[in-house]
């Protein structure tokens, strides 16, 4: 059943706001089970509301995936919410934009941790409960920005590239587990995250459009990649693709004055 997701034991990691929360709301009215965590996911207002709504069709589990003792616990939880799971969402992500002035150490650890290791703290149980179960699905959500390092933006984008390149790394042997693994580049979304940006931000969506190209593209596509909107898609494309003596002195000229 690998084109649909319908009446799917799907656990999202992040969904307590933004385009987690908007997945959770779209996947819990296409009835499926849904297990929404986030560091403090049973005492969020917005899904103990969706809660009284949909009783145990959603379940709550507050993780914290800077902490790896803590994703190890609370991935046995996970999968024992639903007895298994169908798919797991990797949503967190965290975003400084810092100058070289601002640098900071703790941001650029919490980025990491958020943005990559996390994703490893959490696939490490994970991947033994899937092989077993012999079947499941892994989304992965980077973003556009791990196509090329932006001026004060490394923080973010860096580890946000080496999620895709560990996905890239991992897709094959999961395959062979029957496990699919896909990653979601999309841009800008209006969330607490840009909320930081001071620059115009071309093609910026609502999180609900955001959650609804993903819920769909999931829904009909098992790519490795899937990717929105096309336009910025392309632009960032093209940085990868032209030398870097081009390409530099381009993101040189995004430098503040
Ligand atoms: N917004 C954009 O323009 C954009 C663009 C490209 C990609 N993305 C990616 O899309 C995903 C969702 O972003 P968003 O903009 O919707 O962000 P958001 O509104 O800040 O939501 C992030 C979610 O992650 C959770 N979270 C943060 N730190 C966590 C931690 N240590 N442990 C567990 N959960 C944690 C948050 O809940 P708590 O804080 O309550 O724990 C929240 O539910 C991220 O991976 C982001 O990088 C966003």
């Known amino acids: 059943m690998k084109n649909n997701i319908a009446q799917q034991r799907i656990w999202i990691v992040g969904a307590s706001q933004g385009i987690g929360l908007e997945l959770v709301k779209i996947w819990l009215k296409q009835g499926h089970q849904v297990l929404a965590s986030a560091r403090q996911a049973q005492q969020s207002s917005a899904l103990t509301e969706l809660k009284q709504q949909y009783g145990e069709q959603l379940q709550c589990l507050n993780v914290d995936v800077c902490d790896a003792q803590d994703c190890a616990i609370q991935a046995q939880r996970a999968w024992a919410a639903f007895t298994g799971l169908d798919m797991w969402f990797y949503n967190v992500g965290a975003y400084q934009p810092m100058t070289s002035e601002e640098w900071d150490w703790p941001a650029f650890v919490q980025m990491n941790q958020s943005n990559y290791l996390g994703a490893v703290a959490l696939m490490l149980p994970l991947q033994k409960l899937f092989k077993a179960q012999g079947h499941g699905r892994w989304i ?25 390149n560990l996905a890239e790394a991992l897709q094959p042997e999961l395959a062979v587990q029957n496990i699919d693994l896909q990653i979601i580049n999309h841009g800008f979304v209006r969330t607490r995250l840009t909320e930081k940006n001071e620059f115009a931000m071309p093609g910026l969506l609502e999180p609900i459009e955001a959650a609804q190209q993903i819920a769909h593209a999931l ?3 098992t790519a490795f990649e899937i990717r929105f909107p096309w336009r910025l898609r392309i632009v960032l494309s093209l940085f990868r693709w032209i030398p870097y003596s081009w390409s530099l002195a381009l993101t040189r000229k995004m430098l503040r004055s």
Request: net charge positive; hydrophobic share 45%; glycine share 14%.
């Open 140 to 164: 992965w959500n980077a973003s556009l920005a791990a196509y090329f390092g932006l001026p004060y933006g490394g923080g973010y984008s860096a580890p946000k590239a080496a999620l895709v």
């Open 219 to 221: 829904d009909r596509s």
